[in-house]
């Protein structure tokens, strides 16, 4: 087989949080065609194409001592399309494979374009497999747990301050119960609340504070973050919550982490809720990834059905920026 040699930026593969897009202008006259290799997770990937009757697609980690060390188990989709042929796709099951070497996957279309056509996957999850046998373990999932650097014997002491009440002094009213806090902690990690009971306010004098619009469970996310015992799940369950409380009492750390949780796993089903929490909180990481998401790698025809709704209570200045970026994204090459 040949693998031909065209336009270099052919073998070019372009990434966003999860999604991997592979665009080939042509063809050409070869049977074979792989791309450059791309980083996603912690390896290197290629893909590869071969058309005959039928086109044959094929994901598989650069082998090398990470991939053999670390053998990935990788939860995906492929779609293929074609610009020429208004976008309509193939789009494969979901598939869930340890991946080795090229013969572990290959996905058989009867997918046909006489030109430009790009060759999408979607990395739904990615985990490691133990080499010695086991569950393996998702790498998104299990990431660096968004807590402080305290030692394991302080967290351990706050933990307790938090979950026992011990000489708490505020009591915080969410949309549905109660929870005791400490006024230090509160104020050492918040401008807000440190201003709360600084001066003269209400909080300072009933040593209440009302939070009704977060429920006690996202509040507690909350709560831990700032005492240094949030978990992982509990974090990414309440991402949104947390990203609106961040915003509101000025926890600078915590928003920059929501949002660079937010931009890892864009999709079609989330982005423009994304978009609008981007543009509410003034989040340019997010908002950038969502743009390109959207028309740099052509996810707009996913969610055209959901725009009229987005538009209608859209923000003016931000209907223009995506306008703007579907001209930028769109212009003749």
Not at 58 to 74: G, I
Not at 222 to 250: N, S
Request: hydrophobic share 40%.
């Amino acid at each position: 087989m040949s693998a031909g040699v065209g336009n270099p930026n052919d073998s070019k593969v372009e990434t966003i949080a999860r999604l991997a897009q592979w665009r080939i202008e042509s063809f050409g006259p070869c049977s074979y065609r792989r791309s450059d290799a791309f980083r996603l997770g912690i390896w290197n990937w290629y893909l590869s194409v071969e058309k005959n009757r039928y086109m044959h697609i094929r994901l598989f980690p650069e082998p090398c001592r990470v991939s053999k060390e670390q053998l990935p188990v990788a939860r995906f989709v492929v779609r293929v399309f074609s610009p020429c042929l208004g976008h309509r796709s193939y789009v494969s099951p979901v598939y869930e494979k340890l991946l080795r070497t090229s013969e572990d996957f290959v996905w058989v279309t009867d997918f046909n374009s006489p030109g430009c056509f790009i060759v999408d996957v979607e990395f739904l999850d990615l985990k490691i497999a133990p080499l010695h046998g086991g569950d393996p373990s998702s790498i998104w999932s299990n990431g660096r747990m968004p807590q402080t650097l305290s030692s394991k014997n302080t967290i351990r002491c706050l933990s307790r301050m938090l979950e026992e009440g011990i000489h708490a002094d505020v009591t915080i009213k969410t949309s549905n119960g109660l929870l005791k806090a400490h006024k230090a902690v509160l104020a050492a990690s918040s401008p807000v609340f440190e201003s709360m009971f600084l001066h003269n306010l209400r909080e300072k004098e009933s040593s209440m504070i009302v939070v009704e619009d977060m429920s006690l469970e996202a509040c507690l996310a909350l709560l831990c973050y700032m005492y240094g015992t949030i978990v992982q799940d509990q974090f990414w369950k309440h991402r949104l919550a947390l990203l609106g409380a961040a915003d509101k009492y000025d926890i600078g750390d915590l928003k920059d982490c929501c949002e660079e949780s937010l931009s890892e796993d864009i999709s079609s089903d989330n982005v423009l809720e994304r978009l609008h929490e981007a543009w509410l909180y003034q989040l340019n990481k997010l908002k950038k990834g969502c743009l390109t998401y959207l028309f740099d790698f052509g996810k707009i025809y996913d969610v055209k059905d959901e725009l009229n709704a987005f538009f209608r209570h859209a923000d003016r200045e931000l209907m223009l920026e995506m306008f703007q970026e579907a001209l930028t994204a769109w212009k003749p090459a």
